[in-house]
Structure formats: C-alpha cells, structure tokens
C-alpha cells in the first residue's frame, strides 16, 4: 500500500494559475508563490455573492488517538461535489509544524484525498505561522520593555503578565520560563514560558478579522495585564498593534493550492479548537463563497468543540450560516467509546459498537439544537464489517438523519459520489434556520452553563475560587458580553477524558477564566489544556528526510 506522501507525489499538479482560472480568477489578480501555490487579494472577497453560494460544515463525533478523518473527508466531499457537477472550494485550516514533527504527522488530509503540494503545506507553506508568531513574540518584547523602560514606563506590573510567547513546535522544555536573568541590563525577571503558535490569540485574530482595520483594531484589544495602580492595559496602550498589523501584510491573505484531483483548496490560518475556534479564517471561507457553488470546510476535534465555536463565534462574527452539517463517524471510534481498548478499537466488535452509539446519538442531538440539518458519513475503514456499518445506518434512520458510507481515502471524489448526492439533498431541501445556541447579552455563567448541561449533557457546573475571582475581573473590565469559548478535553464530551462514549450525571469544573479581548470572547478552562505539547519516544521527525535532489521522505 503507498504512503500518503508517495500518492501525493504521483499527483498530477496543475500550474496553480489554471486553478484560479477554474474559479474564474485571472492570472494578474494573484500574488505567486512559486508554481503551485498564491495569495489571493482580500479585495476579491465580494460580500453580494456569499449567499448564492452553500456552505457545508464537516465535523465529527468525539475523536480517538487515531482521528476520524475530518479533512481527508472534507477533501473527498469536496471533490465528489465537483465530480457530479458543483464548482466546489474546499477551505481549511493550516497545519501547525508541532504535529507534523511530533506524533499526529501532517495535517493535509489522505490518500487520494489529499491537499498538494503536500510537503510544503505541511512545512513551511506561504510563512503565515511564522508572520503569525513574529507579530505575537513582539508583542512580548515590548511588554518587557516598557516594563524595563524609565522614560516610557505604563507602570505594568510583571506580576500581572499573561502573555506568553510562542514557536510553532512541541517543547515541553518551554513550558516555564524564566526571563530577565542576566543583571538590569537584562530586563526584570519574571516567569513566563512559551505556547505553540496555533495558540496564540494572534491567530485566533487572524482567523476572525474581516479586513486589516478590523485586524489592527483587534490586535490593540489584546488584553496585557493591570499597572500598579490596577488599571487595565492593553496592546494598544503599548502602541504594538500597527507594527503588529504590519508583519501580518500577507499572513492575511488566504492562500489557494489544490487537491489531488485538481480541485481548488484555499487553506488558511490554524487556531487549536480546545482554547481557541478551531477553524479556517473567516476571509478564507468568504472568498471560498465568492467564487464557488459550494463551500466544504471543517471545524476541529468533535462538534462538542469546533463546530459549537463555529456556531457561536465564527457566524455570529461573520454573520455566515452553513447550509448542511456533515458528521463524520468512524465504526472503530464508535468501539472504542464502547469501551474497545484502542488497541484493539480495529478489530470488529458488535457489542463495543452498540454501547458506543451513544455518543454519536449525542451529537446529532447537539446539531438539531442549532436547527441545522445533519449529514452523517461513516469513514470507512477495511476491518468494518457489513453488521456494524448497518447497525450504524439503521441507527440513523430511526433517528431521522441522513447517513451513506464514504471511501474517500481508497477512491477519493468517486469514493464520495453518494455523500455528495446526500449532501446536495440536504443543503437545498433543509427548512431548518440556524439559530445560536445562546444570546451573547447573557451573563457569563448563563452562556457557560448553557453550553455544559445542553451540548456537553453536564449536570451542573462548578467554579474553583481562582475562575470565580477571574470572573469578577471579565464583568469589571466590561467583556461580560462577548461570547464563551469553552476549553475542554476533545476525548470526552465531559471534562474528563477518561469519561468515553455518552457519560452522564457529571459535573464540569470551571477552573480559571481568560480573556481574549482582541479575538472577542472569553475562555473557561475546564481541566488542564495543553498549549505547549511535547515530542513523543519516538517522534515523526525521526522519519522524515530529504534527498540530494530535493525530495522529501516520511512525512504522513
């Protein structure tokens, strides 16, 4: 069986300016990066033709170690739409450098679903994460200056400072940090340390801006920490977000390559969805609208977290709304939430299916809350068995969903054909209005609590002391209408990661609250979230490798 790199590279690539052409984009319009990838103008974006366009939502049921294959779904939908006649876009996320060299591997779909040129996506693409993490690591260093500064000193104190810095690769060793050490010539030392770039609210910004003003104004609201005196300070203050804003020039501009089958991808920016919204930006997915039929994108980790953030942040920011939500569901996932250990979550296993189906009964549940129409797809693997996959559609009937299997890593577009056809039937029959799950003029603990007992099926929620003094600092410095961003655990619909398939009667525990006043929400922390991951015994970097001539080798 070829490797997904060898399949990639066998691909035959159109010069990327016959893909822009297909989309009715002319040569002179794009800024090239080499012959295979471009920028594309925001000046492209035309508001008037978003709503001529359908916009489909491809999420998933909680995931396991192996993922359920969001995006080689997105990537086969999106060329089985084409195949059948739609002028499709498919727009994603950017994959981060860390799980590229850590244990997850590239993040550009599979098989002959794939996005190419897969090897530069997957390293360093057009440079956004690098612009994206220059304009945040500066953002830093005049945080540390002016607290160093006597003549322009704001009178930050350091105790205050939340605002870490970041790199684009898992190091643990970066965690916690010292800076400052070094005498006075050297700064004021304090402790501070280092979060992946991907999490970084510079990118959830990014992901959120409607043009460059509205970046900039973003970029300023960052919120940075409380002088002596208790006054609140924030980039602007520090007069950082124009510089910042200038090193973004072309991070903000989406970027169009193209799959495997020709069809066109425009991928951009990368925020985590476990402490951020987890999608591609919204510029990205209006120029997908503008030259399209459809639009096939993706929210990240299970629905309970990317796609309840695309709901509540993402369209109500951007005011966009899908016209159809496609679930992906995979029959080993399924095992595995019905107690299969993982390593054996491949195996067939009938019994461990059936008291698995829980959570994917949850999440449909979680989907006709917004009063969208749902899609289930399952993502078929070789080990299914006829009896699981059925008991999967029949499980879906008697619930009144949708549901067809894919084979888009074995078949790509032709794998997807049936899919396609649903997906069509859905997105132009549904009579179903989004609707938001809650009315950002609510209270904090009101839109918390919302989303815990009805998306997550909490009994209740709890506030440690530390989240219940962070809230009382969210409502003193007037935040208390932006919308929540929930931070939680993507292996459970719980908090706790340990509670698999459908857990019932718990309770989530509020832990701290953050603010991110520039992306325009607030975050409740639930559990520990890691935003600096680290290597594994064995990482993917291990494997990869370059020839003399230039080929690379291991990436996956």
């Not at 510029?283 to 629905?303: I, N, P, Q, R």
Request: net charge neutral.
């Amino acid at each position: 069986m070829k490797t997904d790199i060898e399949i990639a590279r066998e691909a035959s690539m159109k010069p990327i300016t016959e893909i822009a052409n297909t989309l009715g984009i002319k040569i002179d319009e794009l800024e090239l990066y080499g012959k295979y990838k471009a920028k594309l103008p925001l000046n492209l974006i035309d508001e008037k033709k978003l709503r001529e366009a359908r916009l489909v939502l491809v999420s998933a049921i909680s995931p396991t170690p192996a993922g359920e294959g969001k995006t080689t779904i997105s990537i086969g939908l999106a060329q089985g739409l084409n195949k059948i006649g739609k002028k499709t876009t498919v727009v994603l996320r950017e994959p981060s450098l860390g799980p590229v060299f850590g244990i997850k591997g590239g993040a550009t779909g599979g098989g002959f679903s794939q996005v190419i040129p897969m090897e530069d996506i997957n390293l360093h693409f057009t440079g956004d994460f690098g612009a994206i993490e220059k304009a945040h690591n500066l953002l830093a260093a005049m945080i540390d200056n002016n607290i160093q500064s006597k003549k322009s000193s704001l009178g930050i104190d350091p105790r205050t400072v939340t605002w870490k810095r970041v790199m684009d690769m898992n190091d643990r060793s970066l965690r916690h940090v010292v800076v400052g050490l070094g005498g006075t010539t050297s700064g004021v030392p304090r402790e501070t340390g280092f979060d992946i770039t991907a999490a970084s609210e510079v990118m959830a910004i990014l992901c959120l801006a409607e043009n460059r003003e509205d970046l900039k104004c973003r970029l300023g609201n960052i919120f940075v920490g409380y002088t002596y005196d208790k006054k609140a300070i924030y980039a602007r203050d520090l007069k950082a977000h124009g510089a910042m804003a200038a090193l973004l020039k072309d991070a903000i501009k989406p970027n169009l390559v193209q799959t495997i089958e020709n069809t066109p991808a425009i991928i951009h920016g990368g925020p985590f969805a476990n402490i951020a919204q987890g999608t591609n930006s919204v510029l990205a997915t209006k120029m997908g609208l503008t030259f399209s039929e459809y639009v096939v994108t993706e929210a990240g980790f299970g629905f309970d977290l990317g796609a309840e953030k695309f709901m509540d942040i993402k369209c109500q920011y951007s005011g966009l709304a899908p016209d159809a939500v496609v679930l992906v569901a995979t029959i080993r996932a399924l095992r595995y939430h019905g107690g299969a250990p993982v390593k054996e979550a491949g195996q067939a296993n009938i019994e461990a299916l059936k008291k698995g189906i829980g959570n994917l009964e949850k999440h449909i549940e979680n989907m006709k809350q917004f009063e969208l129409c749902p899609v289930v797809t399952i993502n078929k693997f070789i080990a299914d068995t006829d009896d699981e996959i059925q008991f999967v559609m029949d499980t879906c009937k008697r619930i009144g969903v949708q549901a067809c299997v894919a084979e888009v890593w074995a078949k790509g577009g032709s794998g997807a054909i049936t899919l396609a056809q649903t997906v069509i039937k859905v997105a132009e029959s549904c009579t179903g209005k989004y609707k938001p799950l809650y009315d950002w003029q609510w209270s904090v603990e009101q839109k918390i609590e919302t989303i815990a007992k009805k998306i997550y099926g909490a009994e209740a929620v709890d506030y440690t002391p530390k989240a219940k003094a962070d809230l009382k600092k969210v409502y003193n410095l007037g935040l208390d209408k932006l919308p929540v961003c929930m931070a939680k655990t993507q292996k459970s619909l719980s908090d706790n990661p340990a509670l698999l398939g459908r857990p019932k009667d718990f309770v989530v525990t509020v832990r701290e609250i953050e603010i991110a006043a520039g992306a325009g929400f607030v975050i409740p922390i639930t559990g520990e979230i890691m935003r600096m991951p680290g290597l594994p015994d064995e990482p993917s970097a291990e494997k990869i490798d370059i020839d003399n001539v230039g080929n690379i080798y291991g990436l996956f």
